[in-house]
């Protein structure tokens, strides 16, 4: 079991960046993404709410919130919407992808 504390590191790491469907949020003309309009949400805390606005901003499938200091993976998603935030739960950035 000398593994065990290397696996719960991983699973931990990995919690922090979810996925989230966008549960009953109508997509956008085939799901894709659109961030123009949701520019206006950088700036302001992060919540479930504002998720859920972003989600219909946007039309995107899934949302994705990337907390600080946090790794993700790079593929290209067409509908799914990515959130970064800082400490403070600070959106500083919203994107496509």
């Known amino acids: 079991m000398r ?3 290397i696996l719960a590191a ?3 790491a990995l919690a922090g960046c979810s996925t989230v ?3 009953g949020i109508a997509p956008g003309p085939g799901g894709e993404c659109n961030a123009e ?3 206006r949400f950088v700036g302001q ?3 479930a709410d504002i998720g859920a606005q972003l989600l219909r901003t946007t ?4 949302l994705r919130w ?3 200091r946090t790794a993700v993976t790079m593929d290209f998603r067409p509908d799914r919407l990515t959130v970064s935030y800082d ?3 600070t959106i500083e950035r919203v994107s496509c992808g």
């Open 3 to 5: 593994y065990a504390p």
């Open 10 to 12: 991983g699973a931990v």
């Open 21 to 23: 469907p966008g549960d």
């Open 37 to 39: 309009g949701a520019q």
């Open 45 to 47: 805390k992060a919540s």
């Open 59 to 62: 039309g995107a499938r899934q």
């Open 66 to 68: 990337v907390p600080p």
């Open 87 to 89: 400490d403070a739960m």
